[in-house]
């Protein structure tokens, strides 16, 4: 069974169209890297994921349980909102600005979830987040505010806040983007360890060789559609389509 | 000089004076809230029934708000239902600037509420809570330290609104000594008025000064 699917998955902000017709489907324990210039739909597609955004048409599942149908911007299933949201909570996601929440502490920021949302009592998670933090690396800073932190600091505990979750999957939206060149390799490590210990993970980056190095398949994307799939050396080094080999020019 | 009755009027004075400005910027937070919350619902019922609320409550004068309290329900009820009651003007003073309070506040609280960064609301999605979880627990506790200086400004607003009351037979601090400067002819007591007055200003503006600090101890 596939940890995710989309079907023939469209969206559309007001007249442009940003996803033309996305079909993908993701293996357990599978590491995906996405990559295509900006404005190519890959963050679009993450969002729709996790229903951050709402499809205009197609069908999305979650752990084979479907999770949203819809046409031309409109419901063709009713699908109890509680479930989806359940689905959902199985998928964690690393943003681009981290998006720590700013008025609670790093143990909070990775408690408040899993205590509010999952009732866990709060020993029990404080327990599990000071092990996360250890394995990012940042059990020191467990009672600092998160502006007290570096950009890379930040984004890992970013990273153990979704995990605190206990996600099927874990997803990056350019997970390195915003943050200062001397801070990008010390989350690439985390996220390293974490494919290492076999987590399902759909990361969007630039990163091109760290895509080559953790990826088992890499898609490229450009103006809404998956243009190109394959293995990384497929995708990465023999790239078979034209706009592929442009973009891989272009930053390389 | 005041002597001992003139000294207990002036204090009672202050206390009308406080206890409206207190209890209407209490509730009119604990209500603001809510309008506000309205004001920003994608609910097209809510949205309309704040708007409503706002426009109307921001749009007329607050003398004539409580002059439709006061006078207004009584006549009213009376029409209704053929009884008379008296009304208490304490309590109307407490509805009326309570029901003006929460109009300003709900802006200010909306405003507060949509200042904060987009992504907060995204990444507590993202980690399966509800739009009320993410609200109560992460949004709102956000919006605490925006929201000191202009509640403090409004509730400077408020206690000096109060000289309004006294035209709902109610002896706020202003009343007070205007009927003794009438009484003796000496406009001193008129400065005793704006002493007090700036004396509960200045402690409401150290405090709330104060608050805004307190509150911010997570932004370096």
Redesign the interface.
Known sequence: MSMIKLVNVRKSFGNLEVLKGINLEIQPGEVVCIIGASGSGKSTMLRCL???ERISTGEVYIQGELTEKREKNKDLMKIDPAKV??L??E???V?Q?F??????TVMQNIT??PT???KINKDIIEKTALVLLESVGLSEKRDE????LSGGQQQRVAIA??LA?EPKIMMFDEPTSALDPELVGEVLATMRHLAEEGMTMIIVTHEIGFAREVADRVIFMDEGVICEQGTPDEVLLNPKEERTKIFLNKIL | MLNETQLWAILNGTIVTLEIAIVSIIVGAIFGVIVALGRISKNKVANALSWFYIWFFRGTPLLLQLFIIYYAIPIIYLDATGMTFQIDPMLCAYVAFSLNATAYLAEIIRAAIESI?N??M?????????YR?AMT??II??TFKRLVAPMGNELILLLKDTSLVSTIALFDLLRTVKTMASASGSWIYYIYAAAIYLFLTTIIQVVFDKMEKKLG????
């Open positions: 996790n229903h951050l949201q359940a959902c909570a998928l964690g996601m943003f600005n998006n720590l929440f700013p008025h609670l408040v979830a509010i949302v999952k505010y998160p502006s007290r806040r979704a979750m | 960064d992504g907060q995204e990444a507590a999605k993202a980690l399966g809570m509800s979880q627990r992460i506790p956000q101890v997570y932004e370096r």
